[in-house]
Nanobody, 113 residues
């Protein structure tokens, strides 16, 4: 059974940075396309960024371009989301997704203005 565990969320001031991590267990991590999503209160879950399993090609939502960086370390079965220049509207629960199928429990990001 595949398990995803996110960490790294917390409270940060606007303009600050956070790095989220997602550890995958249960199957070969390197074979999965991976992604980050987020969901703010009262809003639908939305795509943030993704990374392919082979060449590590990355894709970003428009709001994430230039501020967020997705990466993966297949040797550590871990995916990251480096977030900088955070804004209050970035506050949400951030979820890790593997293979468009598996989800983590989420990690809360709060941005104070």
């Amino acid at each position: 059974q595949v398990q995803l565990v996110e960490s790294g969320g917390g409270l940060v001031q606007a303009g600050g940075s956070l790095r989220l991590s997602c550890v995958v267990s249960g199957r070969t991590f390197g074979s999965y396309p991976m992604a980050w999503f987020r969901q703010a209160p009262g809003k639908e879950r939305e795509f943030v960024a993704s990374i392919t399993w082979g060449e590590g090609t990355t894709y970003y939502a428009d709001f994430a371009k230039g501020r967020f960086t997705i990466s993966r370390d297949n040797a550590k079965d871990t995916m990251y989301l480096q977030m900088s220049s955070l804004k209050p509207e970035d506050a949400a629960v951030y979820y890790c997704n593997a293979d468009e199928t598996y989800w983590g429990q989420g990690t809360q990001v709060t941005v104070s203005s």
